[in-house]
Structure formats: structure tokens, C-alpha cells
């Protein structure tokens, strides 16, 4: 994974299912994560780290408890540490996301969307 170029738009089109990360590339002991997005998401903190949102395909509100952040392709956002949130896609959203390695999607809320992280199948073959 370490040392070969790797391709977003062809990550995330091997991504099946909603709200389910896989793994892109790891740079030192943090994960670069892609998913795809639909529906909302449920309320969390991540207690101990900062979590980084950036949407390649779709509109995504970051849904905070003082009011939500829309960002759009291109747009990148930070939730704090602690900071309650809830992430909602109205419509398929593709992302990026970049996070401690080991960080639960749920946070400390848990339940049914928790989900580990996935490997993406490695595609060999020259790169663009």
C-alpha cells in the first residue's frame, strides 16, 4: 500500500455499501480513508481526535448541535475532538477521510453502524 500511487476515483469505485470504510493508504499513524455516504449517519464524538472530511462527489452536511456545515466537491472540513456530530447525505455522497488509525466510524455512540475498516483489493497495472 506504502510507496505505490493510488487512484480516488478508482478506490472509490471498488467501495460497495453505504457508511463502510475502506482503507486507501496510511501515512504515519493515521488511515486515509474512502467511503460512500447515503442517508444520515448517527449522532458521536470522537473524545480523543480531530476527524477530516473531504468530499469528492455530492453535497454532505456535517450536522453539529450549533449548526451544520454543506460542503460540496472539493470542500474539506475538520470536526474537533469531542465535537458532536452527525453526518448527512441526501443524496450519494463519495469521501475522503483521514483519521487516527484504529478510530471507530461511531465514535462513542456504537450501534448498528459501527464498522471496521476494509481493505481495498490491490489492482495491479500501470498508473492514469
Avoid at 458521536?44 to 448541535?65: K, Y
Wanted: include cysteine.
Amino acid at each position: 500500500m506504502t510507496g505505490e500511487a493510488r487512484s480516488i476515483p478508482a478506490a472509490l469505485d471498488a467501495v460497495t455499501g453505504y457508511w463502510q470504510p475502506y482503507r486507501l493508504t496510511s501515512v504515519n499513524d493515521y488511515d486515509v480513508k474512502v467511503v460512500k455516504l447515503r442517508g444520515e449517519f448517527v449522532w458521536h464524538t470522537h473524545p480523543d481526535t480531530d476527524e477530516l472530511f473531504l468530499v469528492h462527489a455530492g453535497h454532505l452536511v456535517i450536522q453539529l448541535r450549533d449548526g451544520d456545515v454543506t460542503l460540496g466537491p472539493g470542500d474539506v472540513y475538520v470536526v474537533p475532538a469531542g465535537v458532536e456530530h452527525c453526518p448527512r447525505a441526501d443524496e450519494e455522497v463519495a469521501a475522503v477521510l483521514v483519521e487516527p488509525r484504529g478510530t471507530v466510524n461511531t465514535g462513542d455512540a456504537g450501534g448498528d453502524l459501527t464498522a471496521v475498516v476494509r481493505e481495498l483489493e490491490e489492482r495491479r497495472g500501470p498508473p492514469g
